[in-house]
């Protein structure tokens, strides 16, 4: 959780604080919707705007800010930077499209948009929404050539996969900003987040695939990249939420070559002036084998896993718990992942020393903006806390009986619908009912910053990055956009929220 002020920065009363985050808010979403600011310099104003409505010293609201952005680097930051550097060399050893080809490849008919549903799944645990989307699109176009299926009912379900288990699912950014700022266990929230995706995916992937497929006829573009891809950008960058889904991180996917030269490899500043280099193609590098990709993939999820299994079943103090504490702490978890995928899928894929190392380097750059606006999020949300109107929120939330995890999902949806992003969701909502995870057990805690999670991915629509690059890439005009992603996207919050409440009724 972030460290709580000594004491409140400002004396005002519930009306001025209440008034403070309205206006605190208002000044995010106008800027990053009107202004087209980016988010991490909108963040920072809107709680300047914040602290100085709400009649905190100006000393105060800097240091208020300053401490919640720098703790959210350091217990979000870390996973994020680890997390994607297995996903770069997922994506850069070809590991990724093993995985893709060998589930495809062996499954054919009815059965197929269940199959692109699960492996979007799997791909989707280590890897940014739009990196997914980049590796998963052409094997979508490609089969729906080659039957007669239909590009909705089998690119819907692979959608569906990635989006779930990036807004629901560690290590990704907006749960792990959830998990941060309400001081829910991890290990837990993973155990909850996976048991959440698997109906969610199956309603608004397959079944929902099947069903739209035959109201909206989409024909397979004619080329395996996005039609007016850099308009698909612009929008992206126009909309400002590009953290929504971890935009920019695409970068480090397998389109990370340099322009004519199948050999380059992101991030190795040196490759051009290296005249020694024996000559290589990335068509000669061997697939690291499908069993390696997947079990390297799982690898660090397993752990967290076991960790949080361990502190439910063994006792506290024991060996084996001890032993499962540590190993499946997160940094130490993905940490182990990233040396096993050093071996896995660079050495095995036939990478050297160099070009791993330059792979992972080059995963770090496109997560810099991501990092920024979470640190610059937990910086407001640190400012919300100090001021004390998370309090205002949660007795007011008591004193109307509203449910929790309720409250935690309609804020989300709010701030989702208006900003288009996420991430800004996420930490906002998390901020204002932070207070109330004081109230509410382990696992209940878990299960607000899932639904948290859920309400960050209510209906995306123009003012989303994540909007424009599914339009682009299936070749679709705005209207079948809204009547397929967008809804797929409100059932997967409907849904997904839906299984938390159930899942409260029972843990």
């Not at 009815?110 to 199959?115: G, I, T, V």
């Not at 645990?125 to 089969?143: D, K, N, Q, S």
């Not at 660090?300 to 960790?307: D, G, K, Y």
Request: a negative charge; proline letters at 5%.
């Amino acid at each position: 959780m972030m460290p709580l002020a000594a004491e409140a920065i400002t004396d005002a009363g519930k009306t001025q604080l209440v008034l403070a985050a309205v206006l605190g808010i208002a000044a995010v979403v106008l800027l990053i919707a009107w202004a087209k600011f980016h988010p991490f310099l909108a963040l920072i104003l809107g709680s300047a705007v914040l602290g100085l409505v709400a009649g905190a010293a100006p000393g105060d609201t800097v240091t208020s800010f300053t401490t919640g952005l720098g703790s959210t680097v350091g217990s979000v930051g870390l996973l994020i930077a680890l997390g994607s550097m297995i996903g770069a060399l997922l994506a850069e050893s070809g590991g990724a499209d093993g995985i893709v080809n060998r589930i495809v490849q062996r499954v054919s008919g009815s059965a197929l948009p269940w199959a692109m549903a699960g492996v979007a799944a799997l791909v989707g645990l280590p890897l940014f929404f739009e990196v997914g989307v980049v590796l998963l699109v052409p094997i979508v176009l490609l089969v729906a050539r080659r039957t007669d299926i239909g590009l909705l009912r089998i690119g819907i379900p692979a959608l569906a996969g990635l989006s779930v288990l990036h807004g629901l699912v560690p290590p990704h950014p907006g749960p792990l900003v959830a998990i941060s700022s309400l001081n829910a266990d991890l290990g837990l929230t993973l155990l909850f987040g996976l048991i959440c995706a698997i109906p969610t995916v199956i309603v608004a992937g397959p079944v929902y695939g099947n069903w739209i497929s035959k109201r909206v006829h989409v024909p397979v573009p004619a080329l395996l990249e996005p039609v007016g891809s850099g308009a698909a950008s612009g929008s992206g960058a126009a909309s400002g939420s590009g953290a929504a889904s971890g935009s920019g991180a695409a970068a480090s996917s397998g389109a990370g070559t340099a322009p004519g030269d199948e050999d380059y490899v992101p991030g190795d500043e040196d490759y051009a002036e290296d005249a020694t280099r024996p000559e290589r193609h990335r068509t000669h590098r061997r697939n690291p084998g499908f069993w390696a990709a997947v079990l390297t993939v799982l690898l660090p999820i397993v752990l967290m896993l076991a960790r949080a299994i361990g502190e439910l079943t063994l006792d506290k103090g024991s060996g084996a718990r001890n032993f499962l504490d540590v190993l499946g702490n997160p940094p130490v978890a993905l940490l182990l992942g990233v040396l096993v995928a050093m071996w896995t899928l660079g050495k095995r894929s036939g990478m050297d020393r160099r070009e791993t190392n330059a792979v992972l380097g080059g995963s770090l750059p496109p997560i810099a903006g991501i990092l920024l606006i979470v640190a610059a999020g937990g910086g407001f949300k640190q400012v919300l806390v100090d001021a004390g109107i998370g309090n205002v929120v949660a007795d007011a939330a008591q004193d109307a009986h509203i449910n929790a995890l309720l409250l935690g999902w309609l804020v989300a949806v709010g701030i989702r619908l208006a900003t288009g992003s996420a991430t800004v969701a996420t930490i906002t909502a998390a901020g204002i009912v932070a207070p109330l995870a004081a109230t509410l057990d382990k696992p209940e805690i878990s299960l607000l910053a899932l639904a948290i999670g859920c309400g960050s991915l209510f209906f995306s629509h123009v003012n989303d990055a994540g909007f424009w690059l599914v339009k682009e890439y299936f070749g679709m005009t705005v209207g079948q956009t809204i009547k397929t992603w967008s809804i797929m996207e409100t059932i997967i919050s409907v849904v997904g929220v839906i299984c938390v409440f159930l899942l409260d009724l029972v843990v």
